[in-house]
T-cell receptor, first 114, second 114 residues
């Protein structure tokens, strides 16, 4: 059973479109995250939610909107996609938002905007 | 600013030999945790090892061990008896209570020669 699963695995779309990436974890964790890995492989946090509440919102364009319907799900919706949004997006979860709770990552979604 | 620095972009090791990957960090916090994550070509992010800053003993996980030098703010990863499957990108990361997020270094690409 996949602990953190995100769909789709690959997403190719045109500029200006709106798309969503879904994430689900079956680990019973309280905290979920979205990370972006750019073309240089640099990983940067975008958002984190703890018990469905937003606790971290980095400097991310407001075209990106996370939604957490329950503790086990954290979806990412992106409006008006731009070329610079092309990247790999990772969902992750942890038992809590404390440092002694390692992150468990999904396998990533490679988004390509043409 | 709180940063994680991995100054070596690439390293190579002969199979069965030992390699050390360097990482330094900068934080004024006393409560923090350090991690090494592995990202193979499959792009999955896998936790390799973690170290609590308050522990003096270096963490060890099978062939993986760390050299944690708190005063020097250094956290290197040693891989013993390197195997072909160790070939991957390795990311050093730390978490502090100040911002409750995992901050990653730029990563290092490790290749293993048969």
């Amino acid at each position: 059973d996949t602990a953190v699963s995100q769909t789709p695995k690959y997403l190719v779309t045109q500029m200006g479109n709106d798309k969503s990436i879904k994430c689900e974890q079956n680990l019973g964790h309280d905290t979920m995250y979205w990370y972006k890995q750019d073309s240089k492989k640099f990983l940067k946090i975008m958002f984190s939610y703890n018990n469905k509440e937003l606790i971290i919102n980095e400097t991310v364009p407001n075209r990106f909107s996370p939604k957490s319907p329950d503790k086990a799900h954290l979806n990412l919706h992106i409006n008006s996609l731009e070329l610079g949004d092309s990247a790999v997006y990772f969902c992750a979860s942890s038992h809590s938002d404390r440092g002694n709770s390692p992150l468990h990552f999904g396998n990533g979604t490679r988004l390509t905007v043409t | 600013a709180q940063t994680v620095t991995q100054s070596q972009p690439e390293m190579s090791v002969q199979e069965a030999e030992t390699v050390t990957l360097s990482c330094t960090y900068d934080t004024s916090e006393s409560d923090y945790y350090l991690f090494w994550y592995k990202q193979p070509p499959s792009r999955q992010m896998i936790l390799v090892i973690r170290q609590e800053a308050y522990k003096q003993q270096n963490a060890t996980e099978n062939r993986f061990s760390v050299n944690f030098q708190k005063a020097a703010k250094s956290f290197s990863l040693k891989i013993s008896d390197s195997q072909l499957g160790d070939a991957a990108m390795y990311f050093c990361a730390y978490w502090t209570g100040a911002n409750s997020k995992l901050t990653f270094g730029k990563g290092i690409t490790l290749s293993v020669r048969p």
